[in-house]
């Protein structure tokens, strides 16, 4: 049987939930404020929900929500 990738992050290999949306978010939040003093609700809307539901790392949603909402405004924070 095919392994769903989107799956496969965020599930054990009973299927069983590892990281929920909410911790997802929570995590993505947690490493923004680290890197920027900011979380991810100071800044503009981004896809969250779409990020989780793709299997992105929480670290690759912040590369995202930088290229996708904020106009690539943190590069230096993120890339430098």
């Not at 779409?50 to 992105?56: A, F």
Request: proline share 2%.
């Amino acid at each position: 049987a095919m392994v769903d990738p989107r799956v496969s992050l965020f599930t054990d290999g009973y299927g069983e939930i590892i990281m929920t949306y909410e911790q997802f978010e929570k995590e993505c939040n947690r490493l923004l404020t680290n890197k920027v003093g900011l979380g991810i609700h100071d800044l503009a809307d981004a896809c969250w929900r779409d990020y989780y539901e793709d299997g992105l790392h929480p670290l690759e949603a912040l590369n995202c929500a930088n290229e996708d909402a904020w106009d690539g405004e943190l590069n230096d924070i993120l890339y430098g």
